[in-house]
């Protein structure tokens, strides 16, 4: 298992994200504790784009580009609360830039 920190800067405030990667190719797999909160992830592409699926939080929508942090965090702010969705946004785009998703 791969474990990788990030940390964010939303609104003057450090969040740090710890993700444990369970599978690097895809649908890639993952836990993101931030927060405070634990989130099971798994990630994929499909013809229209790419999605998201926190079974753990009964969540799956559409994602754009995995590095777009805007558009994402406002998917997932249908879902989650502003500072985790913004948090997993970010997270998505450090993983990406790691395993090299995209």
Known sequence: MITFEFKHIINTRTYKSIVDVYSDKEPYEFNVSVNGSSFHILLG??????????????????????????????????????????????????????????
């Open 45 to 102: 592409s499909h013809l229209g784009g790419n999605f998201i699926c926190i079974p753990n939080w009964e969540i799956g929508c559409e994602l754009a580009s995995y590095s777009d942090t805007f558009w994402n965090s406002e998917k997932l702010d249908k879902h989650i609360n502003p500072i985790d969705s913004e948090c997993l946004a970010y997270t998505i785009k450090e993983i990406n830039k790691k395993l090299e998703m995209e």
